[in-house]
């Protein structure tokens, strides 16, 4: 099998500011967007990447702002949800392309559906895992409005825990490094970008995610109550074309990827059957 072409540190401009985002896969191949969660980055998603462009598909990573290689801005209000969509489909732009499968992890979800619901056009189909919806709300806020409190009132602490976590050396694990990633950002981008998600909409209203008709493929798990089972499956109740698949635990798309990454070629390959050759799949 011959190697999967990949490009990383590519980089355009959007809303004023650096964007950054990798690139696994021909450029003649079906586009799938692949967005990671809340202050991580395009590392988590590395894996997931290059499974699914052994499958035939282009695969775009984008750190949004605030994450990763891209610009990170301290003011809370450019950290929206909402914006977030605004990003990818300037990256959709960027790219010359009409459509593209939207999808991400928790974050990268609820960004993918505002993208979804705002700009239906661009929008192929959608690959939600773990989406953040009503019921995740309460727990969200307990566990996110401390850091926002600890990365303000104990920035001395943050700052010198950023800078060691800076330099730890890169691992062979992509998601591991992704959280080194997040680690390492001042407490000033961290509370930013905290501040701003959780002040703004987090997902479009019920109303709005009804009227998303295109395909939809929702991974999620139980005993998580920032991602809870139930909002997914209320998710894809809701939806005309939505399919429910339980993941064993949180980390099992990225630890032992073949049962979900199977799923996802499946849902992918009945979009548009015969476009794409697939192969059998080998990444671990």
Sequence with gaps: MSAIPVEFDLSFTAQGHRLVYDVYGSST????????????????NRGIAQ??????????????????????????????????A?????????????????????????VSLFAATRYPERTRALI?????????????????VPMVLAAHYGRGVVN?????????????FGPLNSVLHALSVSPDVTSAVLH???????????????????????LAHRNDVIHPFDDAAGLVA????????????????????KRLTDEIVAFLAALDPGTVQHRPHRSA
């Design 29 to 44: 191949s079906p586009l799938v967007v692949y967005l990671h969660g809340l202050l991580l980055d395009a590392e988590l």
């Design 51 to 84: 499974a699914l462009a052994e499958q035939g598909y282009r695969v775009v990573l984008l750190d949004l702002l605030g994450h990763g290689r891209s610009d990170k801005p301290t003011h809370a209000s450019t950290y929206r949800i909402d914006s977030y």
């Design 86 to 110: 605004e990003q990818v489909i300037a990256l959709l732009d960027h790219l010359g392309v009409d459509e593209a499968v939207l999808g991400g992890i928790s974050l990268g979800a609820n």
């Design 128 to 144: 939600l895992e773990m989406p953040v919806l009503e019921r995740a709300v309460p727990a969200a806020a307990m566990v996110f």
């Design 160 to 172: 010198l825990t950023s800078r060691l976590m800076q330099r730890i050396p890169a691992t062979r």
């Design 196 to 218: 701003g998600v959780l002040v703004g909409p987090v997902a479009p209203t019920q109303e709005q995610r009804r009227s998303i008709a295109v395909p939809t493929l929702v």
């Design 238 to 257: 809701r939806m005309p074309n939505g399919v429910l698949i339980r993941a064993r635990s949180p980390l099992e798309l990225r630890l032992r990827p």
